[in-house]
């Protein structure tokens, strides 16, 4: 028996997700956000069953992420660096870089002026996320001179928005209003704006390109709400041993469980070394026909225990679900261990075998 996780991840699901979020987004055109190894679940895979369903844009962080994603998915889609190039490295010219600061339109614009050829590049303006981005002081800069933009062949004007997935949020309407006020000062440039929640806040966000992440992964972009999106995900793992212990008897690490009753405990070969969270401790369950195996005692770095005793068929080698399918979702156990599915999905580790398929 090979006792390691195997996370088994639907291309099929993340396909059908892009197809939904630009039917919402038509006219304009949906991007696919695939930084951090498209979160977690592999952008070698991902990013070519985007292009599959017809997606033509993407987003990287990193500009060595860009690179070896250029290499996937070959010349003809437009590829993205959201942290920009290093001030004064070229960079690669097979990739665009996300423009996040006035500086960085000057090296780029002057770049591009002196090799007489424009570069490409995506202009970022901050709009309340004092993250990245030109702030308004710059933006009133550039307002006031459209000649620091020679050189450059702008393909999008975007910004980010820092609330969407709290659709009341104040902040969202204010971003909207500064975006379109400070797009309206600069020469008419494409737009890009929404993130996965975005898509769901209405028409004031619709733009020439949303760019979704999480939601294209099944995360819920309408936290509260139902879940629009296809699951994506499902974690499973054989069980490795079980045992019987009496009551009164304590499980794991600072024998935070103790059994009530004479028990079964099956070990499971995940742990927080595979970003099964240690804050999950007590609070994950596993699905097996049926049942759900409650989590006992603390989440350990290779290793995780359930509770079997009300799964008496169950024996080492049988495989239970821990993610997806009956067992929580991603964005459950988020909400279990107090962070978000993002980070779930990123925290996964390089044990688990990735399998790719449908269903
Ligand atoms: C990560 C990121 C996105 C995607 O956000 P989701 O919430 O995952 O849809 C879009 N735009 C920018 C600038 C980002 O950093």
Redesign the pocket.
């Known amino acids: 028996m090979d006792p390691s996780a195997i996370l088994h991840i639907d291309l099929a699901a993340i396909a059908e997700n892009w197809r939904l979020l630009a039917a919402r987004a038509a006219p304009g055109a949906v991007a696919g ?1 695939v ?1 951090a190894n498209a979160y977690g679940l592999g952008a070698d895979r991902v990013a070519p069953a985007l292009h599959a369903a017809g997606c033509r844009h993407f ?1 990287v962080a990193h500009l060595a992420e860009g690179i070896v994603l250029r290499e996937t998915l070959g010349p003809g889609p437009m590829i993205a660096v ?1 942290n920009g190039f290093a001030p004064g490295a070229d960079g690669d010219a097979a990739l665009v870089p996300v423009l996040n600061s006035l500086g960085d339109v000057h090296s780029h614009a002057a770049a591009g002026r002196s090799a007489g050829q424009a570069r490409r590049a995506l202009l970022h303006l901050d709009t309340g996320m004092a993250r990245l981005g030109l702030d308004a002081a710059e933006q009133a800069r550039l307002a006031a001179d459209h000649s620091l933009l020679a050189g450059l062949d702008l393909l999008y004007v975007m910004t ?1 928005l820092a609330c969407a997935d709290e659709a009341d949020h104040a902040l969202n309407t204010e971003q909207a209003a500064r975006f379109a006020r400070a797009c309206a000062a600069l020469p008419k440039l494409r737009r890009s704006f929404a ?3 975005g898509l769901f806040l209405g028409s004031d966000y619709a733009s020439d390109l949303s ?5 294209l992964y099944g995360i819920n972009p309408t936290p509260g709400a139902p879940n629009p999106m296809r699951q994506v995900l499902r974690l499973e793992a054989p069980v490795l041993q079980i045992r019987d212990i009496p009551a009164g008897a304590s499980v794991g690490y600072g024998a935070s469980f103790v059994a009530a009753r004479p028990s079964r405990i099956a070990t499971i070969a995940v742990g927080y070394a595979d970003g099964y969270l240690r804050s999950l401790s007590g609070q994950g369950g596993a699905a097996y026909r049926g049942l759900i195996l409650p989590m006992v005692g603390r989440v350990s770095m290779d290793l995780i225990t359930l509770d079997v005793t009300d799964a008496p068929g169950l024996v080492p080698g049988d495989t239970v679900t821990l993610i997806g399918g009956a067992a929580p979702s991603p964005d459950d156990l988020a909400a279990r261990a107090g962070t978000i599915g ?1 980070e779930i999905l990123t925290s996964f580790g390089a044990r688990y075998r990735r399998a790719y398929g449908a269903g």
């Open positions: 956000v930084k987003f959201l980010h993130n996965s929640s760019r979704p992440g999480c939601a993002y």
